[in-house]
């Protein structure tokens, strides 16, 4: 698509107390708005209720990253000085790449400490974006100090504590290195998806390691000029194989979450071929944007001008998607990580 796409377009009026603060305490009593992206019709459900939306020979693609505790509170050593560290992604042995705040005073060689010294980070360069490259000291294993001191990484928007971990995680979580949970998937329990295997849909499991990139705002008010972020993936063989014979036979491909979506259209070659293969992703999804493999979408309520409701809407097309917002706002869905869920189908 050329020309230009204005982030403007994307906005729509959110009060601020419909932004869920808490996760529900049974996962599958969120609330479903299905939107049907040929007509713009949409209805209202349960989250209990998707798989009435799907039938056998359908096959469900879930990201199974595991959200690790990657935000830190320690100081700086020396000078007592607080700061908060976010580990954004692994990129060797003990060298993480990080947003550290206050970041003015740390320069190359600063040293940050966690816990009485228990972990400790040395500042080795800055990166693209203000971010810095770290070194982490320690003495045992790694993942138990930070299982140990560090916190989840909520978004900003949310504001109170979370109470239990594990209502951040999926519960097919399985491999560590996301920053930020795929939260559509938060509202599946293990005895929904083994009704909805017993009902003949596949289950086809993907990893994306999601980034803090992902709650990055689009700066630019040309949409085509925002440079995505970066993130990694895994498609193994089986489960490429799974939704290629999905698609032969005619079952539809229904993606958990932005990140399944990104993940699968990444892996495709221009027949919409799934090929296994473990690699970094920066594609953009915008209106014009032809979709390779997914014929449906399971996702929550996102951000005004977000890429994520730019994903959403090169799927349904923007007004029936912003209408479908609307909506939402008016029958006081829940919005963001812990609200409600949509079908777009």
């Known amino acids: 698509m050329d020309g230009c796409l204005l982030k403007s377009d994307f906005y729509f009026e959110l009060p601020r107390e419909l932004i869920a603060q808490d996760p529900l305490e049974e996962r599958t009593s969120s609330r479903l708005l299905v939107l049907d992206r040929h007509s713009g019709v949409v209805s209202h459900h349960v989250f209990r209720e998707i798989g009435d939306f799907l039938r056998p ?17 320690g100081e700086r050593e020396g000078t007592g000085a607080h700061v908060e560290l976010l580990l ?16 003015k005073k740390c320069r190359p060689g600063t040293v940050l400490t966690f816990g009485d010294g228990l972990l400790k980070a040395e500042i080795l360069e800055t990166v693209e974006e203000g971010n810095r490259l770290v070194r982490f000291i320690y003495e045992g294993i790694f993942e138990e100090a930070l299982d140990r001191l560090g916190e989840m990484p909520l978004p900003p928007y949310i504001t109170h504590k979370l109470q239990d ?63 995505m972020h970066s993130e990694h993936f895994q498609v193994s063989r089986e489960t490429a194989e799974l939704i290629n014979r999905t698609k032969a036979r005619g079952g539809r491909i229904v993606c958990v979450g932005t990140t399944s979506c990104r993940t699968i259209e990444s892996a495709a070659d221009e027949t919409g071929i799934v090929h296994p293969c473990s690699k970094d992703t920066e594609i953009f999804i915008y209106p014009g944007y032809r979709f390779k493999v997914l014929d449906a979408l399971i996702t929550n309520f996102h951000l005004p001008e977000s890429t994520l409701i730019m994903l959403v809407s090169a799927l349904a097309g923007r007004e029936h998607v912003l209408a479908a917002y609307e909506e939402a706002v ?11 869920a949509m079908l777009v189908i």
Request: proline letters at 4%; glycine letters at 10%.
């Open 57 to 73: 020979g359908d096959c469900l693609v879930l990201n199974n990253t595991k959200v690790i505790p990657a935000r830190l509170l």
């Open 165 to 227: 971990r594990n209502r951040y995680q999926t519960v097919y979580a399985k491999y560590e290195g996301s920053a930020a949970a795929p939260t559509a998937g938060l509202h599946f329990t293990n005895e929904l998806l083994a009704e909805l295997e017993e009902k003949g849909i596949g289950l086809a499991y993907v990893t994306l390691h999601v980034g803090l990139g992902t709650f990055r705002p689009v700066k630019e008010e040309n949409v085509l000029e925002h440079h």
């Open 88 to 103: 954004l992604k692994r990129r060797s042995g003990d060298v993480w790449e990080t947003l550290v705040r206050p970041g």
């Open 330 to 340: 008016r029958e006081r869905y829940r919005f963001f990580s812990f609200g409600d």
